[in-house]
């Protein structure tokens, strides 16, 4: 075979340990397309989703669960268009992701041709770090040296965009040669180590020393510092709050964690925020300002390795710059142990009343189908410690950061800062495929199912065989509505919910598991939800658990406003259609908070 530029960028992917590429096919990266036929093993594997923007949340979610540079590949024109909202939840949530996408030949630009799209504005701001079009041969490795180093250094996402004139170009397989205006590429990429400086550490040390209520905040920057967050809370005698992303930093079996914090977090979490004297935040970007201490209440310290970041949540009185576990571990000598402990018990006794809580709520009785808690409840004592979870944006992240008792080894995550509908099942194959030995469950309401979850139930059918574990769970939240707007609409504008934009079209997505070549399994009956975890986690395929959930089991934040109960008492009042049902449910859940048997 002749070798092409297409045949130098596959090597060069390779070569930078590049095992896969999620995309779909078009006439705009064809020569890309039979270069991946003729070179077999000696490409990353192309993996097929079913779009492109699927692809790219592949991409988002390998990066995700490896710490390794995903990669994505699409046609021009439409098929580079569709990559952007994947693209975004990987920039957004500080991913490194890596877009190779076609271009029509130069030879048509400027002439109004098919599928003529002008991609460097399109994606100039997705990938600022870098974006370029390739012009010649001569440009290459450098440009994906050059893509991948970036992603890599700064948990971007970048791109490279390859017309079809330049992919079918002859290249020898060579590096550039040594001559003027001839850029050399380089595969590797050293990571520094990065930690501040000792005066800083010592302020930091001053100040976290000197206070006697310390909140710690982790999310997931903190993520490979778990033991050194453990050492530092049980040295300060504090609590530990954990971001959305950050989840997993820290198990929940450790008493002194509370859980996680915002709307979506615990009631430990935010008592701990408003009351402590002192706030660490190790690692998070977390942005909702009204879950942190009071401007004036704390002294603060911050670690995070971005300083473009730093600053931006909280009046911080040290900002130190650093990767988290490197800086803690020169931290932690200088911090002293604290010999009162009565504001860590405090929050202890917290931490074990909200467990309480939460499985009282768990095992309410709801007025239709299933309580979707209890659905997450019963997962916590069946899934294996070193399981993943994925979860989609609506309701069901919700349950997710508060039901689930996360263990050590186990691994998680959502889209965190576009919090985008449709991630779930895509993070989930992405995982799958970097851990094909785990097992990997993804939570999703079915507004995001019916959104583009369904379409991947045939990518799972189609290469579940591949992998050493075939399993995967699909767990369907089947409650016929955008629940997470309706509760937003109630609770935000005290508006009654609106069926025409609500209401989803029933659907019975066992069954079409079944038609894709999957197992599905239906559960109309509280009974049956531990039974079809038990029967998922035996099965030799992927399965979906269509769990026909009660939409109006409301998702009661840590701490109600009483803007928020204005609105809420509003939608009631102006003929919500499942008014009688919320009462009842939200006052049988609010209560169990208050039961003498959950203290």
Aim: proline letters at 7%; glycine letters at 8%; a negative charge.
């Amino acid at each position: 075979m002749s070798e092409t530029v297409s045949h130098l960028i596959l090597s060069r992917f390779k070569q930078w340990g590049v095992e896969r590429v999620f995309g779909y096919p078009g006439d705009g990266i064809n020569p890309l397309l039979e270069a991946w036929e003729e070179m077999k093993d000696d490409a990353p594997r192309f993996i097929q989703a079913r779009h492109e923007e699927m692809a790219a949340f592949m991409a988002s979610g390998h990066a995700r669960f490896t710490d390794e540079v995903g990669v994505c590949v699409a046609t021009s024109g439409p098929g580079a268009i569709h990559l952007l909202n994947g693209l975004y939840d990987a920039r957004l949530d500080h991913q490194p992701v890596v877009a190779l996408v076609g271009q029509q030949p130069a030879s048509a630009m400027g002439g109004n041709y098919q599928q003529e799209v002008d991609l460097l504005s399109l994606f100039k701001d997705v990938a600022s770090e870098f974006v370029q079009v390739a012009a010649v041969p001569e440009q290459f490795p450098n440009l994906v040296d050059r893509a991948m180093r970036i992603a890599k250094a700064e948990r971007t996402v970048t791109c490279i965009i390859v017309p079809v004139n330049v992919q079918e170009a002859p290249s020898t397989g060579e590096e550039p040669p040594h001559a003027f205006k001839m850029v050399p590429g380089r595969v590797g990429y050293e990571r520094p180590r990065v930690v501040p400086e000792r005066p800083d550490l010592e302020r930091a040390a001053g100040i976290l020393n000197r206070g006697s209520k310390v909140a710690i905040l982790v999310g997931q920057g903190a993520k490979h510092a778990t033991d050194e967050v453990i050492e530092v809370a049980e040295l300060l005698g504090a609590g530990v709050a954990k971001a959305l992303l950050g989840i997993h930093v820290v198990p929940d079996d450790l008493p002194f964690v509370t859980g996680s914090i915002g709307l979506l977090g615990s009631k430990p979490s935010y008592d701990m925020m408003m009351g402590c004297d002192t706030f660490f935040k190790i690692g998070s970007n977390f942005p909702y300002v009204q879950f942190l201490p009071d401007w004036d209440q704390a002294a603060a310290v911050e670690i995070d390795i971005d300083p473009r970041l730093t600053g931006i949540r909280y009046p911080f009185d040290v900002s130190l710059v650093g990767d988290a576990r490197e800086t803690l571990r020169e931290l932690i000598p200088l911090l002293e142990r604290k010999q009162d402990r009565s504001w860590q018990d405090e929050i202890v006794k917290g931490h074990e009343h909200w467990w309480k809580v939460m499985e009282a709520r768990a095992l309410n009785d709801v007025a239709r189908g299933v309580n979707p808690q209890r659905v997450f409840h019963e997962m916590n004592g069946r899934i294996p410690d070193n399981t993943i979870v994925t979860s989609d944006s609506g309701s069901a992240a919700n349950w997710y950061a508060r039901q689930i008792r996360w263990r050590r080894g186990m691994m998680s995550s959502l889209s965190g800062t576009l919090a985008t509908m449709g991630c779930g099942v895509p993070h989930a194959l992405g995982a799958k495929f970097a851990h094909p030995d785990r097992l990997v469950v993804a939570m999703v309401g079915d507004g995001a199912f019916q959104m583009n979850g369904m379409n991947e139930m045939l990518t799972a059918a189609k290469y579940h065989r591949t992998w050493s574990d075939p399993r995967m769970i699909f767990v369907v939240l089947n409650n016929e509505d955008l629940n997470q707007v309706s509760w937003e609409m109630r609770a935000m504008e005290g508006f009654p919910k609106f069926e025409d934009t609500q209401a989803l079209p029933p659907m019975n997505y066992a069954r079409y598991a079944e038609l894709c070549g999957l197992k599905g399994i239906r559960v109309e009956e509280p009974d049956r939800i531990g039974p079809a975890w038990d029967e998922a986690l035996g099965s030799d395929r992927p399965v979906v658990i269509d769990c026909v959930t009660d939409p109006d089991v409301a998702p009661i934040p840590p701490h109600a406003t009483a803007e928020q109960m204005k609105a809420m008492t509003r939608a009631i009042l102006r003929g919500d259609p499942e008014a009688r049902n919320i009462v009842r449910q939200g006052i049988k859940d609010k209560l169990e908070e208050f039961k003498p048997s959950n203290r």
